[in-house]
């Protein structure tokens, strides 16, 4: 049975907003990757990529398990350029990791990994974002998009975009936007099925 869903509204997105910043463990997990991003914030050394692939991947769950690899495989990419012009398709070619002669993907890590390193640019994927989004998308027809656009990088960013413009909330960051959406996403996905 679906639960009543919320009208982002600004006023429901400050509450939101205020409310992940006052859970200890997402405020304190931002902190410490804001630092390690600021302390490292190219990506040309192997080993402050790893540090970084690393923090993300553990703090976010994203079970990249192949975090050397996924290290030499953003070292190889050479993303930098990528992330100062905004580039959506260097998500899609971190998300891509050949592992033992398989291509695997890590779409959630390399949407966070990017968001990291331009959070005004690369709103972050994951499953309460996705169900929630699906929510607004049945309930308001904010968007038209077939569920398989969220799993495409440059796609996503424009359905957040658009989720932004519908519901008026452009004063909003991006990164504010990913609060509300993973808060509340988590809230709302309890107990919902698809």
Same mark, same amino acid.
């Given at each position: 049975?679906?639960?009543?869903?919320?009208?982002?509204?600004?006023?429901?997105?400050?509450?939101?907003?205020?409310?992940? +910043?006052?859970?200890?463990?997402?405020?304190?997990?931002?902190?410490?990757?804001?630092?390690?991003?600021?302390? &490292?914030?190219?990506?040309?050394?192997?080993?402050?990529?790893?540090?970084?692939?690393?923090?993300?991947?553990?703090?976010?769950?994203?079970?990249?398990?192949?975090?050397?690899?996924?290290?030499?495989?953003?070292?190889?990419?050479?993303?930098?350029?990528?992330?100062?012009?905004?580039?959506?398709?260097?998500?899609?070619?971190?998300?891509?990791?050949?592992?033992?002669?398989?291509?695997?993907?890590?779409?959630?890590?390399?949407?966070?990994?990017?968001?990291?390193?331009?959070?005004?640019?690369?709103?972050?994927?994951?499953?309460?974002?996705?169900?929630?989004?699906?929510?607004?998308?049945?309930?308001?027809? &904010?968007?038209?998009?077939?569920? +398989?656009?969220?799993?495409?990088?440059?796609?996503?960013?424009? /359905? /957040?975009?658009?989720?932004?413009?519908?519901?008026?909330?452009?004063?909003?960051?991006?990164?504010?936007?990913?609060?509300?959406?993973?808060?509340?996403?988590?809230?709302?996905?309890?107990?919902?099925?698809?």
């Amino acid at each position: 049975m679906e639960r009543h869903l919320l009208q982002p509204t600004i006023k429901i997105i400050c509450q939101y907003v205020k409310r992940f +910043e006052e859970n200890t463990n997402a405020f304190e997990t931002d902190k410490a990757i804001s630092k390690l991003i600021g302390a &490292f914030p190219l990506n040309t050394s192997v080993d402050e990529i790893l540090l970084k692939v690393a923090a993300i991947d553990r703090l976010y769950s994203t079970n990249v398990y192949a975090i050397y690899l996924m290290a030499q495989h953003i070292l190889e990419l050479n993303i930098d350029a990528n992330l100062s012009e905004h580039d959506p398709e260097i998500v899609m070619r971190i998300a891509e990791l050949q592992i033992q002669g398989k291509i695997r993907h890590f779409y959630s890590f390399a949407t966070k990994y990017c968001s990291w390193h331009n959070q005004n640019s690369y709103p972050i994927y994951d499953s309460y974002v996705d169900k929630l989004l699906r929510a607004y998308r049945k309930r308001d027809s &904010f968007a038209e998009y077939s569920n +398989e656009e969220l799993y495409d990088y440059p796609c996503f960013r424009k /359905i /957040i975009q658009k989720f932004q413009s519908f519901y008026e909330l452009e004063q909003f960051s991006l990164r504010d936007l990913d609060k509300f959406l993973w808060l509340y996403g988590k809230e709302y996905s309890v107990g919902v099925s698809n």
